[in-house]
């Protein structure tokens, strides 16, 4: 089993911004992906960010030049730095994490707000 803690979460002017932290323990072999989700009041939970294992990325057109993912393999950690926040940015942000090595297993965390104000 696999715990994700997720910390940076609040509240932010336009324009401002935060840095996500995800935190992953427990019975890991190996992380595969880790990624940021987010869904809005209303809303389904979109994709945000992805990076995996050997640092590849993927994001989401809406936050292309403004949010960076990053990873620290050795401590099982991922970063996602939010710049140039918007409004339309408010939401529960979310840590994804697929582990193992014949078995992928997938785990999220328990959300953290994002509310940014205008």
């Known amino acids: 089993q696999v715990q994700l803690v997720e910390s940076g979460g609040g509240l932010v002017q336009a324009g401002g911004s935060l840095t996500l932290s995800c935190v992953a323990s427990?019975?890991?072999?190996?992380?595969?992906?880790m990624a940021w989700y987010r869904q809005a009041p209303g809303n389904q939970r979109e994709m945000v960010a992805l990076?995996?294992?050997?640092?590849?990325?993927n994001y989401a057109d809406s936050v292309k030049g403004r949010f960076t993912i990053s990873r620290d393999n050795a401590k099982n950690t991922a970063n996602l730095q939010m710049n140039s926040l918007k409004p339309e940015d408010t939401a529960v942000y979310y840590c994804y994490v697929s582990e193992g090595i014949s078995t992928a297993r997938e785990y999220w965390g328990q959300g953290t707000q994002v509310t940014v104000s205008s």
């Open positions: 427990g019975s890991i072999f190996r992380i595969n992906a």
């Open positions: 990076i995996t294992s050997n640092g590849r990325t």
